[in-house]
């Protein structure tokens, strides 16, 4: 195996967030030096499709959750804006709040200076209006931000993914190429030698 086949992911450039870059094969000799090579070489490809497709599926299952965790956000912070925005005599809100999945109670919600937030963990704390608001738009920030590098991840991920199935499908037409130039001096060595005369007795 060639030097550029043991350094494949070694050394490697990398995305923003630590993801390396395919290698690009230009050229097949740079990787196999004969065909005895091309085994290995296709498996290193193959290792590294692998590694790209799991760090895909990840990436997606993080992708859905910040999907889904992003309206929550923003309706809490939806929520605790209208509570600050109400007026000192503001008459009691009556509202409904969830017990569970199918159940609702009725509640008559005075002015309040302070909302209670799930903090995860079974933990809930008490904010001041201001401070859960400030709590809530960097939440809603840094979910929108880490969902747009999902975003730019699973783009590069399907990038690398298409480069390795390139340079896998090179590297396996040059073999299939190989063996046909073997096969066809192979055929002409045997032509060659049975159409030598025999010497006269």
Known sequence: MTQAAKDIGKNAPTNPRGIPFAPFVDRVEDYVSSRDDVESCLRSFQEMISKYQFMESNTQKRAL?????????????????????????????????????????K????????????????????????????????????????????????????????????????????DVNERRKEKARGVESSAKAGGKEEPDG
């Open 65 to 105: 959750g910040l999907n889904d965790k992003l309206p929550d956000i923003r309706k809490t912070l939806d929520t605790v804006l209208f509570l600050k925005s109400r007026k000192e005599d503001a008459e009691p809100l009556e509202s409904f709040f969830e017990l569970n999945d199918t159940l609702y109670a």
């Open 107 to 174: 509640a008559k919600i005075p002015r309040t200076e302070e909302v209670y937030l799930w903090l995860g963990a079974n933990i809930m704390l008490a904010y001041p209006l201001p401070e859960a608001e400030s709590l809530l738009e960097s939440k809603f920030d840094a979910a929108k931000s880490s969902l747009a590098n999902c975003e730019e991840d699973l783009d590069f991920l399907r990038e690398q993914i298409t480069t390795m199935e390139v340079a896998t499908a090179r590297v396996y037409n040059w």
